[in-house]
């Protein structure tokens, strides 16, 4: 591995104008494709196999007039202090509003909150539900704002009104947070090389290798039904990446030419022995990310796999490019420095303290996690709906209205689909049972397809969308003997999505973890420490679902990080997102520290010194490559989107405690505790592995021949 890489890295240093030529010409075409041809389209959430897809499913084909796909609004009116909406003066109101709303752009009907049983029991809260003809993606800007003006003599004349759905669900315009994590990467690699030239080269192949993968999954929409948000996570974990694995191959190529290796030579060594990580730390993030589509969420495949092709190519970017650039720039690379420092840095007294206290810091960095990991027990997963949403807010009073005035369960009303010859009679055998179940509020009048086959009824739950009791109520109904009946709605795929991801956990922890420990048995040569690199990213992982829990559950520390009023169940698709993603980076950092240590294993060094010797060497960059990956996650707490916070922070907080606690903490405690036995590896094995070379101990010769 190391001398192919060495090979390639040398044809780039001297070939420099046409691999950069090349490169920019791969992001020109990227830019044009994207300018004509990009067709990105609202997020389209379906969970094929599952009951509430198939309901669905079944209605548009039997009972397309039911709109079980069309996009929906719910206004919502309240009456003024002491009066009631039957009042004349806001009926009036309240009428012409349903006149204007009906005939907005879209719409194909407005209830009558007086004709529908829409008024609250007090009969101070009412409610209009506005069906479209399209789905909520194509409900255009000038129909939400129709519906704005709509409303808005009512609350001239002094009604409350408010509104909510899916229909008047907007996109924020996108916060320029990548921005952030670029403007601190600039800081940190300036920090950390003392050279403008070091510091901007990472960044410029970050520019070139997140450019092409972006307007990648931009020109493929052109062919392809591609969701908007699927090139967010290639953005946020493109440039983590990208600035990373350049600042460990310029960190490298500076150390060979202060240590008086000819450029070329040094941009050779520089990638086959930084670059040789790079391809197995990319690797395994690319495992991760491509693992996403077995869950069979076609919203996580499309994330997956444009996240996994933009870390290939930012692999490549490092490899080729950026040689090539280094070529460019000359002897400006080193900022004026001439020798090898020889003070004691920082970690190298840092992995002295470890390496003499190995138990005390393990003791202390394990019971650290592991109280960290407390609130993951409560975990409670759930999808985003309106009482997520900001307070103050048009859809969050919508939603406090209609729980205040039909109750908590009201915002989750359940749709039963009930599929037989004769539908009517089953569908009034059907409402009659279900009204006896335990935990039902109400029951609707079963509402007939014109063939009579389909009949679909309204189920509202006593509890709200996320509690438990909802669920339990949909799979009683679910279980109904004797009659073909299935239950659809966005609390239903809630809970479907919940149980899916749930099912899919196990065998995506098997794979990813599987592939990803053989990967590191190859690369490191020891079944000990892919173990260990395993154990301390489960660590990690528990104590990241803790902080998130904490903060978006809880509510602790809400107002620092912006969502006071906002807290609720978790994603439920965060979770196994955070594993692939997580995983894939902790092993990056596992490669990156121990690939050095082994080099100094390789090259006659004790255990505990090559551990020292190890860490000494990459500490550092390991440490900026972090705090520029926290930067950038942490930019997306800014984010308008709930998910994208919640996967930002998360992100943050998953890289800062695998890289300074159990990377740079734990990982050399464990290694000074075993010795010789972290490098065991049966000889059997030994022999079966393939040699990869990635210390690049066959590149001495190659020096040497050169």
Same mark, same amino acid.
């Given at each position: 591995m190391a001398t192919y890489l060495y090979r390639l890295g040398r044809f780039a240093f001297r070939r420099r104008r046409l691999v950069v030529l090349v490169w920019l010409g791969l992001l020109a075409a990227g830019v044009v494709g994207t300018v004509t041809m990009a067709s990105l389209t609202p997020a389209a959430f379906s969970i094929p196999g599952t009951e509430s897809q198939r309901a669905g499913n079944l209605l548009q084909e039997r009972f397309p007039q039911a709109g079980a796909n069309s996009a929906t609004a719910r206004i919502v009116f309240r009456a003024p202090n002491g009066g009631k909406l039957s009042d004349p003066a806001s009926r009036s109101l309240l009428s012409a509003t349903i006149q204007r709303l009906a005939a907005a752009p879209e719409v194909r009907t407005a209830s009558?909150?007086?004709?529908?049983?829409?008024?609250?029991?007090?009969?101070?809260?009412?409610?209009?539900?506005?069906?479209?003809?399209?789905?909520?993606?194509?409900?255009?800007?000038?129909?939400?704002?129709?519906?704005?003006?709509?409303?808005?003599?009512?609350?001239?004349?002094?009604?409350?009104?408010?509104?909510?759905?899916?229909?008047?669900?907007?996109?924020?315009?996108?916060?320029?947070?990548?921005?952030?994590?670029?403007?601190?990467?600039?800081?940190?690699?300036?920090?950390?090389?003392?050279?403008?030239?070091?510091?901007?080269?990472?960044? /410029?192949?970050?520019?070139?290798?997140?450019?092409?993968?972006?307007?990648?999954?931009?020109?493929?929409?052109?062919?392809f039904d591609v969701a908007s948000t699927t090139s967010v996570l290639a953005l946020m974990l493109g440039l983590a990446v990208s600035i990373d694995y350049a600042l460990f191959i310029v960190s490298r190529y500076r150390q060979e030419l202060l240590q008086g290796l000819e450029p070329e030579e040094a941009a050779g060594r520089a990638v086959g022995t930084a670059g040789s990580a790079v391809v197995f730390a990319g690797l395994t993030v690319v495992i991760a990310l491509s693992g996403l589509s077995m869950v069979g969420i076609p919203f996580l495949?499309?994330?997956?796999?444009?996240?996994?092709?933009?870390?290939?190519?930012?692999?490549?970017?490092?490899?080729?490019?950026?040689?090539?650039? /280094?070529?460019?720039?000359?002897?400006?690379?080193?900022?004026?420095?001439?020798?090898?420092?020889?003070?004691?840095?920082?970690?190298?007294?840092?992995?002295?303290?470890?390496?003499?206290?190995?138990?005390?810091?393990?003791?202390?960095?394990?019971?650290?996690?592991?109280?960290?990991?407390?609130?993951?027990?409560?975990?409670?997963?759930?999808?985003?709906?309106?009482?997520?949403?900001?307070?103050?807010?048009?859809?969050?009073?919508?939603?406090?209205?209609?729980?205040?005035?039909?109750?908590?369960?009201?915002?989750?009303?359940?749709?039963?689909?009930?599929?037989?010859?004769?539908?009517?009679?089953?569908?009034?055998?059907?409402?009659?049972?279900?009204?006896?179940?335990?935990?039902?509020?109400?029951?609707?009048?079963?509402?007939?397809?014109?063939?009579g086959d389909t009949a679909v009824l309204t189920v509202i739950p006593a509890a709200g969308p996320s509690d438990p009791q909802t669920a339990e109520l949909v799979h009683a109904i679910r279980d109904l003997p004797g009659t073909e009946v299935s239950v659809t709605g966005a609390t239903a795929v809630t809970i479907d999505v919940s149980g899916k991801l749930g099912s899919a956990l196990a065998p995506y922890l098997l794979l990813v973890v599987g592939l990803a420990f053989l990967l590191l048995m190859l690369v490191f040569r020891s079944v000990v420490i892919p173990l260990k690199a395993t154990l301390g990213f489960l660590l990690t992982i528990a104590a990241t679902f803790g902080a998130l829990v904490a903060i978006f559950q809880w509510g602790w520390l809400a107002g620092l990080f912006g969502i006071e009023g906002q807290t609720g169940p978790i994603l439920s698709m965060l979770p196994i997102f955070l594993i692939g993603v997580v995983f894939g980076l902790a092993m990056d950092y596992q490669i990156f520290l121990v690939t050095r240590m082994r080099e100094a294993r390789a090259d006659g060094a004790t255990p505990l010194d090559s551990v020292v010797e190890g860490f000494s060497q990459s500490a550092r960059v390991v440490t900026a490559a972090a705090v520029i990956m926290i930067a950038v996650f942490a930019g997306f707490l800014l984010s308008g989107e709930m998910m994208f916070r919640e996967l930002g922070f998360g992100l943050a907080v998953a890289v800062a405690l695998d890289a300074f606690v159990v990377r740079l903490s734990i990982v050399p405690a464990v290694m000074a505790l075993l010795g010789r036995a972290a490098w065991w590896l049966p000889r059997r094995l030994d022999r079966l592995l393939p040699a990869v070379d990635v210390e690049g101990a066959k590149l001495n010769g190659q020096a040497g021949a050169s």
């Open positions: 009558d909150p007086f004709g529908s049983r829409g008024i609250s029991a007090d009969g101070t809260i009412g409610y209009s539900q506005v069906s479209y003809r399209v789905p909520a993606k194509e409900v255009t800007p000038q129909a939400r704002d129709a519906i704005r003006a709509a409303i808005e003599p009512a609350k001239t004349g002094g009604l409350t009104v408010e509104y909510g759905g899916d229909a008047m669900t907007e996109t924020e315009a996108p916060h320029l947070t990548e921005i952030i994590g670029f403007g601190v990467a600039a800081v940190v690699l300036l920090i950390t090389f003392g050279s403008a030239v070091a510091a901007v080269l990472p960044l /410029l192949s970050a520019i070139i290798g997140v450019g092409i993968g972006v307007t990648a999954i931009g020109t493929a929409s052109g062919f495949t499309q994330m997956g796999l444009a996240a996994a092709f933009t870390v290939v190519v930012a692999v490549a970017v490092a490899l080729t490019f950026l040689p090539a650039m /280094l070529a460019i720039v000359g002897p400006r690379i080193l900022g004026g420095r001439t020798s090898v420092e020889a003070t004691r840095t920082v970690g190298r007294r840092w992995v002295d303290f470890v390496t003499r206290r190995p138990v005390a810091v393990l003791v202390t960095a394990c019971l650290g996690l592991g109280a960290l990991a407390i609130p993951a027990l409560d975990l409670q997963l759930g999808l985003t709906n309106d009482s997520t949403a900001k307070p103050g807010t048009s859809q969050r009073a919508a939603y406090d209205l209609l729980s205040t005035g039909f109750g908590p369960g009201f915002n989750g009303p359940l749709l039963v689909v009930v599929d037989a010859a004769d539908a009517k009679v089953a569908a009034d055998n059907t409402a009659a049972t279900v009204r006896a179940l335990p935990h039902v509020t109400a029951v609707g009048t079963p509402i007939l397809n014109p063939a």
